[in-house]
C-alpha cells in the first residue's frame, strides 16, 4: 500500500510517519492488490485535539475514518482499529453477495 501522509498546522516527522504506516499496514492483510492502493492520511490539530483521518478507495468502495484524542498516538490506533472492523464488515458483505449471485444463477 503507499501512503500520502501530510500534517495541517502540525509537522510529520520520521517516526511518526513510520508509525502510521506499521499500523495501517497490517490491514494489507484483509486486502486484495493492497499494492494498487494508496491511503492518504491528514494529520489536523484543533484546540489540544490530534485528529487523524484515513481515506482508502477501495474498487466500489471508500473507506474513511477519522478519530479525535489528546495523544496523537492512540488516535492512530483507534483510527487503525476502526478500518479493521470497517475492512472485515464490508469483505463478508461483499462475499455473501457473490454467494447470493452465484445461487441465482445456477437456479
Same mark, same amino acid.
Given at each position: 500500500? !503507499?501512503?500520502?501522509?501530510?500534517?495541517?498546522?502540525?509537522?510529520?516527522?520520521?517516526?511518526? !510517519?513510520?508509525?502510521?504506516?506499521?499500523?495501517?499496514?497490517?490491514?494489507?492483510?484483509?486486502?486484495?492488490?493492497?499494492?494498487?492502493l494508496?491511503?492518504?492520511?491528514?494529520?489536523?490539530?484543533?484546540?489540544?485535539?490530534?485528529?487523524?483521518?484515513?481515506?482508502?478507495?477501495?474498487?466500489?468502495?471508500?473507506?474513511?475514518?477519522?478519530?479525535?484524542h489528546?495523544?496523537?498516538?492512540?488516535?492512530?490506533?483507534?483510527?487503525?482499529?476502526?478500518?479493521?472492523?470497517?475492512?472485515? !464488515?464490508?469483505k463478508?458483505?461483499?462475499?455473501?453477495?457473490?454467494?447470493?449471485?452465484?445461487?441465482?444463477?445456477?437456479?
Amino acid at each position: 500500500m !503507499k501512503y500520502n501522509i501530510h500534517g495541517k498546522k502540525v509537522e510529520v516527522t520520521d517516526s511518526i !510517519k513510520s508509525y502510521i504506516e506499521e499500523k495501517i499496514g497490517k490491514l494489507d492483510k484483509y486486502l486484495s492488490n493492497s499494492d494498487e492502493l494508496t491511503a492518504k492520511v491528514v494529520i489536523r490539530i484543533v484546540g489540544r485535539e490530534q485528529i487523524v483521518e484515513v481515506t482508502i478507495p477501495i474498487q466500489k468502495i471508500v473507506l474513511r475514518c477519522e478519530e479525535r484524542h489528546e495523544d496523537l498516538y492512540a488516535a492512530i490506533d483507534k483510527v487503525s482499529d476502526k478500518l479493521e472492523r470497517q475492512i472485515r !464488515k464490508n469483505k463478508t458483505r461483499f462475499q455473501s453477495k457473490k454467494v447470493k449471485e452465484a445461487n441465482q444463477w445456477n437456479n
